[in-house]
C-alpha cells in the first residue's frame, strides 16, 4: 500500500501537464511543486517508497513513447530527466500509462483514487523489478488493500 500511495503521488505530480507539447519540460517543472509538497506523504509511505529509481514509460496520442528517469530520496525527487528507452539505469521500478489515463488521473476530483483504479484495470502498470522492490511492492499493495477496506 505505501509503495502504491508514493508511486501514485510521484506519478500524479510528475505527469501534471501532460497536454503540452513537450511533456518533459513541462512536467520538470512540476518537480519543484511536488518536492515543496513531500512533506504531505506519510512517513510509512515514505519508507517504503522513498527511495526508488523510477522509469516512467509514457505513450503519447501517436503512440510514441516517451521514458523518464526519476530518483527519489526520502520521497523528494533529486534526479529527473528524459532518457533513451533502452537505457539501463538500474529501475527499482517501472511505470507505465498512455497520455489520456494520465490526463483522467490528473483531471479527477480525486486523483488517488482513480490512480488506483486505473491501476486495478490495468490502465496503469506498476512493475517492481527485482526481488527487494517486488517485496516491498507486494507488501504496500496489501497494507493499501487493508486500509481501504476501512476508509483510511
Do not use: C, H, Q
Not at 517492481?128 to 507488501?139: A, I
Request: no cysteine.
Amino acid at each position: 500500500m505505501k509503495n502504491i500511495i508514493v508511486i501514485s503521488l510521484l506519478f500524479l505530480t510528475l505527469l501534471m501537464p501532460v497536454a503540452s507539447a513537450d511533456i518533459v519540460s513541462d512536467l520538470e517543472n512540476d518537480v519543484d511543486e511536488y518536492n515543496a509538497n513531500v512533506g504531505a506523504v506519510p512517513s510509512y509511505l515514505v519508507t517504503l517508497l522513498g527511495d526508488e529509481t523510477i522509469k516512467l514509460v509514457i505513450v503519447d496520442d501517436d503512440e510514441d513513447k516517451v521514458y523518464i528517469k526519476a530518483i527519489t530520496e526520502d520521497a523528494v525527487i533529486t534526479t529527473f530527466e528524459e532518457v533513451d528507452g533502452d537505457e539501463d539505469f538500474g529501475a527499482t521500478m517501472v511505470v507505465g500509462a498512455n497520455e489520456f489515463t494520465v490526463r483522467s488521473v490528473l483531471r479527477s476530483s480525486d486523483p488517488l483514487s482513480e490512480f488506483i483504479a486505473a491501476k486495478d484495470n490495468g490502465e496503469i502498470v506498476v512493475e517492481p523489478v527485482g526481488v527487494t522492490s517486488t517485496v516491498k511492492y507486494t507488501v504496500a499493495s496489501v497494507v493499501m488493500d487493508v486500509t481501504s477496506l476501512f476508509g483510511f
